[in-house]
């Protein structure tokens, strides 16, 4: 959270005189590297839309007949260990400098599908998130509430038709005074 705030200091000011805005963000690698990092590991939806194969296909070395009905487990995927060091860690450094994106170009990084059959939501989900996160990190400090330390939350989640932390986050906003 702090190098994402040192970030937004650095680009926006410090000083409070301007709000952040869509030309901030744009110049904002680290909190991009985050949200990606972010929804790797914590997909919306881990299973994808059901497709239906058109043709044939071998995908590793099985033999899948068309019309099979195929579900892609985007939760999985992100969690690879084939596809990523350090699967399970929280590492967004992984994307600096990286070609990695959302569009499906990179079938290891799918929170919104992938292709032509992809989130057509997608350019409107990414600069929502980005935006809100600036703008919650740039005019707020936050902390676990309680007293708790970061590493005593329980980040567990629960499935249902999205994915969605098990028993909430409770988290105090302190206003950043410039």
Known sequence: MRKVQDEIHTVVGSTGSVDPDEGHVAQLRYLKAVVKETLRLHVPVPLLVPRELPADAEILGYHIPAGT??????????????????AEEFVPERFLGSDVDFKGQHFELVPFG??????PGLAFAEQSIEMA??????????????????????????????????????LVAKHRIP
């Open 69 to 86: 009905r195929v579900v892609i487990n985007a939760w999985a995927i992100g969690r690879d260990p084939a596809a990523w060091e350090d």
């Open 133 to 170: 996160l600036v703008s919650l990190l740039y005019h707020f400090d936050w902390e676990a509430a309680g007293g708790i330390g970061p590493s005593s939350l329980d980040m567990s989640e629960m499935n249902g038709l999205s994915v969605h932390i098990k028993s909430g986050l409770p």
């Open 114 to 119: 992938a292709g032509r059959r992809g989130c």
